[in-house]
T-cell receptor
């Protein structure tokens, strides 16, 4: 069975602070894919990044960066110099051999001005 | 290009009624999957359709069903509604079944059961 845990239910920061959202996963598959999605108040899930299990390179995209560590089964997401527009619910998800996307419970990030 | 379109966006039903939700995927995408989002259970996979056939199914009772048409549009139906069915129902499209890239989501249909 697959499982994704986002231990942080809510995080509140002040604008320009850096913030890291944690994601820990469980799977027996050797090939799997990890995702991060952002859900603004409109409800639509917006794709941020995909990582496959064989690619442990960290990735940076503007203010966003991701740290994938298979040894600890973690795929953490960092926002540098947060902005009010970053306020949303962020979901980590795992897609394994059954092709189903398993989501974590999400982390509500509030960035205050 | 147009994104994933879900209709209706909001609806209110009473217990025992049934509801049909519609999803039009991104042009060229042939796989449609459905998810239920509730505060308690989070986002849960309902089912996935590809080439008009259900390819994958989550752990939901038989009251939840779906179908896909030849133009890849999909509908899901919930019969004999219960209070616990109140949720945001999200549809996602992708290029095909087993595609390992990103899913593109619609804004969802928010169902309230009274």
């Amino acid at each position: 069975a697959q499982k994704v845990t986002q231990a942080q239910t809510e995080i509140s920061v002040v604008e320009k602070e850096d913030v890291t959202l944690d994601c820990v996963y469980e799977t027996r598959d050797t090939t799997y894919y990890l995702f991060w999605y952002k859900q603004p108040p409109s409800g639509e899930l917006v794709f941020l990044i995909r990582r496959n299990s064989f690619d442990e390179q960290n990735e940076i995209s503007g203010r966003y960066s991701w740290n994938f560590q298979k040894s600890t089964s973690s795929f953490n997401f960092t926002i540098t110099a947060s902005q009010v527009v970053d306020s949303a619910v962020y979901f980590c998800a795992l897609r394994g051999s059954n092709y189903k996307l398993t989501f974590g419970k999400g982390t509500l990030l509030t960035v205050n001005p | 290009k147009a994104g994933v379109t879900q209709t209706p966006r909001y609806l209110i039903k009473t217990r025992g009624q049934q509801v049909t939700l519609s999803c039009s995927p991104i042009s060229g995408h042939r796989s449609v999957s459905w998810y239920q989002q509730t505060p308690g259970q989070g986002l849960q996979f309902l089912f996935e359709y590809f080439s008009e056939t259900q390819r994958n199914k989550g752990n939901f009772p038989g009251r939840f069903s779906g179908r896909q048409f030849s133009n890849s549009r999909s509908e899901m139906n919930v019969s004999t509604l219960e209070l616990g069915d109140s949720a945001l129902y999200l549809c996602a499209s992708s290029q095909g079944f087993g595609y390992t890239g990103e899913l593109f989501f619609g804004e969802g249909s928010r169902l309230t059961v009274l």
